[in-house]
């Protein structure tokens, strides 16, 4: 991780992406524009919690988010999680960037999320120690509301709580505050190009052509 000397958070974007696609991307450049991010850290899920194993191994899915990410001076990828056997969960993730020597106790991290992942937060591993860890910057999502009355009570409570509508504050404290973000609504999920692939239909214009180009080379998400 490059030391930072512009005293803007770091964004972390974790995911399984299986596969990445446009909707990743875009999350990721328009939370770097909205909360000024001085970049944002790519962290591929080895073996992610709360759902099936990914279609695709965790070396194939990193190796896609390399692509995806190639020339985005912004972004960065921490292959860490895929290094290891172990199932990735966030808390100890951010614990592991804490106590790395480029990030530090100090430094504002801001956890990126999805409006369907927000909403499940509450059954994460250890969920309430992350707000100690990070800031969460939580992006709308096509079908996905982020408002109290529709999250589990105790995020809820959380959500009100800790809600800030300025993410200019995201850079005053190192973690503790929950922001949302508009981006461009993109319905495209990593789900409905596994089953596009699977039936052999395109799915150009959803995702970087490298990575189709890929796909098809190593013939991942076919049926058989
Ligand atoms: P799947 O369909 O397999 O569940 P996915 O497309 O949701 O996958 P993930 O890798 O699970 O992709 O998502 C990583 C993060 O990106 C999550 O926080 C998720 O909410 C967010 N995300 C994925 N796609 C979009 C999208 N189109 N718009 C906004 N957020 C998205």
């Known amino acids: 991780m490059k030391p930072d000397t512009t005293g803007r958070p ?10 990445v696609h446009f909707g990743h991307l875009r999350l990721a450049e328009e939370a770097a524009d909205a909360l000024q ?3 944002v850290r790519w962290i591929p899920a080895g073996q992610p919690a709360l759902r099936d194993a990914p279609r695709v191994g965790p070396a194939q899915r990193l190796d896609m988010v390399r692509l995806a990410i190639a020339g985005n001076p912004r ?10 056997a172990q199932t990735s969960f966030t808390v100890p993730t951010l614990e592991r960037l804490r106590q790395s020597g480029a ?24 969920w309430e120690t992350l707000f100690e860890l990070a800031h969460v910057a ?9 408002e109290a009355k529709y999250l589990p009570p105790a995020l809820a409570d959380v959500f009100r709580r800790r809600f800030c509508d300025n993410p ?6 190192p973690a503790g505050r929950i922001v949302t973000f508009a981006m461009t609504p993109l319905d495209i999920s990593a789900t409905k190009i596994r089953t ?24 991942f998400y076919t049926e058989n």
């Open 10 to 19: 770091l964004g972390v974007f974790g995911g399984t992406f299986d596969p």
């Open 37 to 39: 991010l001085e970049r």
């Open 75 to 84: 972004f960065e990828l921490d292959p860490a999680e895929v290094d290891t």
């Open 103 to 126: 990030c530090g106790p100090d430094r504002p991290l801001v956890l990126l999320a999805g409006a369907d992942a927000f909403a499940g937060m509450a059954g994460w591993h250890r």
């Open 138 to 146: 939580v992006a709308h999502r096509p079908g996905y509301a982020i």
């Open 168 to 173: 200019r504050l995201l850079r005053d404290t």
């Open 196 to 219: 596009l692939l699977s039936k052999g239909l395109s799915v150009r214009y959803l995702m970087p052509d490298d990575v189709i180009a890929h796909i098809h080379d190593h013939r």
